[in-house]
């Protein structure tokens, strides 16, 4: 069964930064694409990042410059390194795996959430 397990959230003050991973494991031959979501309270979820097997990397035009989102490909994981926090980034942040490819399936999967607090 394929799992995504994140770490990484916390509190942190504005300016400051934080660094998320997060790992998939559970008999995956592939991965498509591999990014990070968010959601504020009252918002709908957004992509912040987003990267694809040949390594192409979109980013959310409110993080660009401040966050880099990096994947090694032979661990199955992605990471999100985000610098100068500002309090408007406080959000839950969700990994999410595009077209996983495991025995007989292919599917989507999400991670559980980490909760981001920026705030002095």
């Known amino acids: 069964q394929v799992q995504l397990v994140e770490s990484g959230g916390g509190l942190v003050q504005p300016g400051g930064s934080l660094r998320l991973s997060c790992a998939a494991s559970?008999?995956?031959?592939?991965?498509?694409?591999m990014g990070w979501y968010r959601q504020a309270p009252g918002k709908q979820r957004e992509l912040v990042a987003r990267?694809?097997?040949?390594?192409?990397?979109n980013y959310a035009d409110s993080v660009k410059g401040r966050f880099t989102a990096s994947r090694d490909y032979r661990k199955n994981t992605v990471f999100l390194q985000m610098n100068n926090l500002k309090p408007e980034d406080t959000a839950v942040y969700y990994c999410?795996?595009?077209?996983?490819?495991?025995?007989?399936?292919?599917?989507?999967?999400w991670g559980q959430g980490t909760q981001v607090t920026v705030s002095s």
């Open positions: 999410k795996a595009e077209g996983v490819r495991v025995t007989g399936f292919i599917g989507d999967y």
């Open positions: 559970g008999g995956i031959f592939s991965i498509s694409a």
């Open positions: 990267i694809r097997s040949g390594g192409t990397t």
